[in-house]
């Protein structure tokens, strides 16, 4: 016999709409997870859709052997601006293969590695920024670490300055921030509504978005260069597999899903920097290390596998945060064959072709495998303690053949800014009484976080 999957109790015909705030989908998960536990599920216009919170579960339907991505709600509604891309394809598209073997040489960790000066150029503009502030003067991490992104971005795989520091936000970070926000509201209201009111906003995006990835197109057309970067391989590689190239406008999908994707790592920075005010213990350990390996610098990427306490920080940031706060996964479909999926055992059964969401707020927090899951240790996530970890708490990437692409461009980034934010920064609290709380779309971000922040007194 298996275990009922606990529901919140719901209201006739509309079912769980309430347990979910639309404008706060995560924050109202993660605190499901936090009344639930391991497993519950939730019914709204009579979709059911089951969350996974445990380690020992998210473990078990990371089986590739079993379940596979599942390309269903706000991933789908994504497909009208960057179509069969890697994040948004089907299983059974070709187009995945295709673009994934011609842009994953461009995104290894030799290739990443390769930009590490750019990086560094991109930071030191916000470093600029930051110690050029009044003295006193409040910031919002969020905004600049965007701005950074974006610039960081643009510049290591399409070769493009945006100089994004200056004047106003660039366009395409809004952009970005309104399609992924409508994406994720769409599957929860009425089509006809959708239609009425609110496909304007996402044409408008769309349109913005693909409009910033043809001009870079464009210019790059018309001032051929010498650079092999991630443009380059889009515009003339063929897949070594199928001999096939992109097409252009598979072009367009890709080059807007990389900052799309990308704008996941400014959240974690910004928690990052939330995390260290609150632990000053850690701050003053990563320093220590950043002084005894960089010393009066200049940092070279050699550097950045020798910062072992910086790497625990980073990790440990990406379980806490949560910067991406979940991902999608279903049965393997079996021809044929429609009986229950057992989980666990058979402690629990849901139907051969159920959504099944891991909610990594609840995961990443499994008591079952941390000790004071809310703390921030940097010590857990190094060396020895760190490999002996069970892989499902360290899914920040997701899973298998669809783990992040970016992985390792993300974690360049993050190693190298945070290095460089610790010691060239001093960074205080704004609001001694902020409590964190983050909201986002297909990531998640402090809300309201500021900082004041001044070069670093020595
Ligand atoms: C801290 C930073 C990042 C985190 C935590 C993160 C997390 C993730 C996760 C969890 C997935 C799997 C999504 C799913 O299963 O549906 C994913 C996929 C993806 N990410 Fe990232 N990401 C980050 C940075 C980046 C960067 C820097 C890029 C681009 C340069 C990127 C591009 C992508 C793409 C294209 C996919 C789809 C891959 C596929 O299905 O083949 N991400 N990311």
Known sequence: MSTPIPQPPGVPLLGN?????????????????????????????????????SAALAEEICDEKRFRKYVGGPIVEIRYSVHDALFTA??????????????????????????????????????AKWSGLESGARTRPMDDLNRLNLEANTLTLFGKKLNCF?????????????ATSEAMKRPNRPKLLNWLIHDGKFKKATKVMRGFAADLVKERQE????????????????????????????VIDEIVSMPIGSSTAPCAIAAAIYFLLQNPDALVKARDEIDAVVGEGPFKQEHVSQLQYVAGLVRETLRLSCAAPGFNIEPIPKKGDESPVLLAGGKYQVPHNQALIIVLAGVNRDPAVFEEPLAFRPERM???????????????????????????????FLVVVMTKLISELDFETADPNYQFKQDGWFNIRPIDFSVKVKSRTR
């Open 17 to 53: 709409i309430f347990d979910v705030d639309p404008s706060n989908t995560w924050w109202s998960l993660k605190t499901l997870a936090e009344k639930y536990g391991e497993i519950f599920q939730i019914k709204v216009l009579g979709h059911r859709i089951v969350f996974i919170a």
């Open 90 to 127: 089907y299983d059974h598209e070709e187009s995945w293969g295709i673009a994934h073997r011609i842009l994953m040489p461009q995104l290894t960790p030799d290739a990443v590695a390769s930009h590490f000066d750019e990086v560094i150029q991109c930071t030191d503009g916000l470093i």
């Open 166 to 178: 200056e004047g106003p936000e660039h366009p395409m970070i809004k952009a970005m921030e309104d």
């Open 223 to 250: 001032n051929p260069s010498e650079r092999r970067d991630m443009l380059w391989t889009m515009l003339n590689a063929k897949d070594p597999e199928t001999g096939k190239a992109l097409t252009e406008s598979q």
């Open 382 to 412: 190094m060396g020895e303690a760190y490999e002996q970890l069970p892989s499902a708490v360290k899914k920040w990437f997701g899973n298998g053949k669809r783990e992040c692409i970016g992985k390792h461009w993300a974690w360049e």
